[in-house]
């Protein structure tokens, strides 16, 4: 009896101790839900996502109009290279054509101071005949002047300079109409030639630079050469100008312009 009270009260201390683990565990996934899954506060997400909206929205005009500025800023970008490029251009033929002119003026004058040296000389009718020979000051101051074509000339030179090109076309014509065969026709035919090329008329450009060829042993050659393949390459006649930059290079090697014409070749393709 006592043996059957004993196993009485284990099974009942073992039941007891079931329904307390049961128990347990029937709490248990309720207990560690909420730890993990605190309460939300729906409300306060609501204005948080609205408020994350709104900046974001703001953010993205931000963004936007910062874009439009960077467009205006690389558009005007672009429109001063443009700018630049075009006046620089224009500045250097401008230097090149006052540099051609200065060596123009030095070489004559270089002409004049050799013809001065060799100038004829007259003997003094005085007593002193049989003494050394002295200049005649009239032919110094002719030998000087170089006469009216070449005041002409240089007068046409001086209106060029000063970027009237359309009068200085008109002297030098007449130049060469009084002197077609003259000391500085070429040289009129070259800067005619220059005249409508600064005027942009590239074509009528072309066959004034072409007349200087007409002149055996012209010193403004080369000059011509270099400019049509320019006239050419203005006008977009691609191959024509490399044909006439080539010869150039052929023509006359020791030219002061063969390296540029070298330079437009590799370029011009």
């Given amino acids: 009896m006592q043996l059957y009270s ?57 963004v936007e109009v910062l874009n439009n500025k960077l467009t205006e800023i690389d558009n005007k970008l672009v429109s001063l290279s443009e700018d630049v490029s075009s006046v620089s251009t224009a500045k250097i033929e401008e230097i090149e ?16 101071v050799n013809a001065l040296q060799n100038a004829p000389v007259v003997r003094s009718s005085a007593p002193r005949a049989a003494g050394p020979a002295t200049f005649s000051p009239a032919s110094a101051a002719s030998v000087l002047s170089g ?23 008109k002297l030098l014509g007449d130049i060469v109409k009084q002197y077609p065969t003259g000391n500085y026709a070429d040289n009129c035919w070259y800067w005619s030639g220059e005249c409508s090329y600064a005027q942009g008329d590239w074509a009528k ?55 540029r014409a070298q330079k437009y070749l590799s370029e011009l393709k």
């Fill in 6 to 62: 004993k196993q009485c009260v284990l099974l009942a201390g073992a039941a007891a101790a079931a329904l307390w683990i049961a128990g347990c565990a029937a709490t248990a996934p309720k207990t560690q839900a909420e730890a993990i899954l605190p309460e939300i506060d729906v409300v306060q997400v609501k204005e948080n996502s609205e408020e994350a909206l709104k900046v974001a929205q703001e953010t993205k005009l931000d």
């Fill in 97 to 112: 054509n006052r540099l051609a002119l200065l060596v123009e003026a030095f070489k004559d004058l270089q002409t004049q």
């Fill in 147 to 169: 006469g009216s074509e070449y005041d002409s000339y240089q007068n046409a030179l001086r209106t060029f300079n000063s970027r009237n090109y359309e009068q200085a076309q």
């Fill in 205 to 259: 450009a072309v066959t004034l630079f072409q007349k200087v060829f007409d002149f055996k042993n012209s010193t403004k050659a080369d000059d011509a050469q270099l400019k049509l393949g320019m006239c050419y390459m203005k006008m977009g006649q691609i191959a024509l100008a490399r044909t006439e930059f080539k010869k150039l290079v052929e023509r006359y090697p020791g030219s002061e312009y063969v390296p």
